[in-house]
């Protein structure tokens, strides 16, 4: 009778053990299923990830081969900006080199001028002295010491006079014709000393903008190699970075296959299990993995019946683990 009972005890367990086996089967497969879309999903977006990076790398050596296009453009128009600067500095120092030799001999001829209006000025008051003089001697030493003389002498001393007089004159309309003269290069100077000023300072405008335009093409460049080196740090680190799915955990499962052998899911702590899932489900019969499963305290065996082979092992932290 004790016999028929613990009988019947254990067929009950075997019952209870094939229907949670049941369960743990369809559970299996649903999780099988769950998890060979995930993979599936996974892969998918794992294709486009790698779409978008080469499209991204793509896009990233263009922008690279345009950066450096606009480099090398910069590059030459500051170094065409230079020379041009170089050449303008130059005329403009010979310019202003030009303009103090001007001002030199414009500050020469005009010593010259005042000394020559002086000059002439003081001949004509010694001409006027020197004519009525001889004007009023003349006539006084006729009428004192040739009394007699008649009017043909007279004639003679007036054409002498005459003659002072015109030379005189000839000699103030040079001196005047050269004072013109100096007039007129003065003048002249004066006006290119002018013209040179005027293109001193349209060449210092231009340097000016030039120096300015140098200054912001160099800042340009300076804030261009900047954004370009910084994308060229980021651009690794955008691109090397790995995408990774979500971790997936599950509970400790355990199922009987049709055969009859007692099996449990593995962890899935690390996502990278998961791609080998599909690999690992196609060895399963001829190689089961070492899983495990848990029942809990009420599927338990009574303590009066002996644990026959194949069946969970009580453990020290109450739960019971079943090997291959």
């Keep these: 009778e004790e016999l028929k009972q613990q009988l019947r005890i254990l067929q009950k367990q075997r019952q209870e053990l094939l229907d949670v086996n049941k369960k743990w089967d369809e559970q299996y497969k649903l999780m099988k299923q769950h998890y060979s879309l995930k993979i599936m999903e996974m892969k998918e977006r794992l294709t486009v990830c790698d779409k978008f990076i080469t499209e991204v790398n793509a896009e990233q050596d263009k ?27 130059a005329e403009l120092c010979e310019i202003k080199q030009q303009s103090l030799n001007l001002k030199e001999q414009n500050a020469t001829l005009t010593k010259r001028k005042d000394h020559q ?26 009428s004192k010491f040739l009394p007699g003389l008649g009017n043909p002498a007279r004639n003679i001393f007036g054409e002498e006079t005459a003659t002072q007089i015109e030379v005189l004159r000839h000699q103030a309309q040079i001196y005047e014709n050269d004072f013109k003269e100096e007039r007129r290069d003065r003048e002249r100077l004066k006006e290119r000393n002018e013209e040179l000023e005027k293109r001193c300072k349209k060449l ?11 200054m912001l093409g160099q800042t340009e460049k300076k804030s261009t190699g900047k954004n370009t080196a910084q994308q060229v740090k980021q651009f690794p680190l955008s691109t090397a970075k790995q995408w990774y799915p979500p971790p997936y955990c599950c509970s400790h499962w355990a199922a009987f296959p049709p055969h009859g052998t007692v099996c449990a899911l593995p962890h899935c702590s690390n996502p990278s299990n998961l791609c080998h899932l599909q690999d690992r489900h196609g060895d399963r019969q001829q190689h089961p993995p070492n899983y495990q499963w848990y029942v809990s305290a009420s599927d338990q065996l009574p303590p009066d019946v002996p644990q026959p082979r194949n069946l969970p092992n009580k453990e020290a932290n109450g739960k019971t683990k079943t090997h291959y």
């Design 117 to 142: 209006e002086c000059e002439i000025q003081r001949l004509n008051k010694v001409l006027q002295k020197s004519v009525q003089n001889r004007h009023s001697y003349s006539n006084i030493s006729i």
């Design 63 to 89: 922008k690279q081969k345009d950066f450096d296009k606009k480099l090398v453009l910069a590059k030459e128009k500051i170094e065409k900006e230079q020379e041009k600067n170089t050449k303008l500095s």
């Design 204 to 214: 210092q405008s231009e340097l000016q903008i030039l120096k300015s335009q140098r």
